[in-house]
T-cell receptor, first 116, second 119 residues
Framework: DQQVKQNSPSLSVQEGRISILNCDYT??????FLWYKKYPAEGPTFLIS?????DKNEDGRFTVFLNKSAKHLSLHIVPSQPGDSAVYFC???????????????FGQGTTLQVKP | GAGVSQSPSNKVTEKGKDVELRCDPI?????LYWYRQSLGQGLEFLIY????????KSGLPSDRFSAERTGGSVSTLTIQRTQQEDSAVYLC?????????????????FGPGTRLLVL
């Protein structure tokens, strides 16, 4: 039962253009969403997050959009740079009233290649 | 400041041997998580610590897996009688957790991982 899905395993864009990475989720209890970037042989690096009370959060070249009714979020990178080439994971957590663990549920990842 | 550190960075072991993986979280972070990433898979939650207690062990795949945390800081993940399917990258993350999360979450910061290969 995949609660967080990234349906595109890979994406290739030209330098300077927009990269759009998508993520869908099924659990309506998720209230916090994050995007991580991962280079080979390194741990995931936090990029940007969004709370379920918002529909957009922006940080420099990175913007995350949340559509709760569609249970969909996306990460926009503008302009894309070759150094952005990496695997991108979306993750979600749910406020567990009783256990309050905050554990993250990850998607399978999307490999982004930005061509010079 | 220092980030999350993990040791060893790589571990090769023989089937049936026990291994210990170590995590040093960011100073002051009360929450600590273990995840693993098997080849071609996403990250899979294993266990969560708040201080020295583990209120959520639901991701541990079998009773061969255990973890402890001491002094609210360092954590050790132990895998007994390793099997080939245990081969994966084991990742540790930490975050600062307030008792009342409200509607915002705490960002988890990851270490570089330990790459475990069971032959």
């Amino acid at each position: 039962d995949q609660q967080v899905k990234q349906n595109s395993p890979s994406l290739s864009v030209q330098e300077g253009r927009i990269s759009i990475l998508n993520c869908d989720y099924t659990n309506s209890m998720f209230d916090y969403f994050l995007w991580y970037k991962k280079y080979p042989a390194e741990g995931p690096t936090f990029l940007i997050s969004i709370s379920s009370i918002k529909d957009k959060n922006e940080d420099g070249r990175f913007t995350v959009f949340l559509n709760k009714s569609a249970k969909h979020l996306s990460l926009h990178i503008v302009p894309s740079q070759p150094g952005d080439s990496a695997v991108y994971f979306c993750a979600a957590s749910a406020k567990q009233i009783s256990s309050n663990t905050g554990k993250l549920i990850f998607g399978q990842g999307t490999t982004l290649q930005v061509k010079p | 400041g220092a980030g999350v550190s993990q040791s060893p960075s790589n571990k090769v072991t023989e089937k049936g041997k026990d291994v210990e993986l170590r995590c040093d979280p960011i100073s002051g972070h009360t929450a600590l998580y273990w995840y693993r990433q098997s080849l071609g898979q996403g990250l899979e939650f294993l266990i969560y610590f708040q201080g020295n207690s583990a209120p959520d062990k639901s991701g541990l795949p079998s009773d061969r897996f255990s973890a402890e945390r001491t002094g609210g800081s360092v954590s050790t993940l132990t895998i007994q009688r390793t099997q080939q399917e245990d081969s994966a990258v084991y990742l540790c993350a930490s975050s600062f957790t307030s008792r009342d999360r409200g509607t915002s979450g705490e960002t988890q910061y990851f270490g570089p991982g330990t790459r475990l290969l069971v032959l």
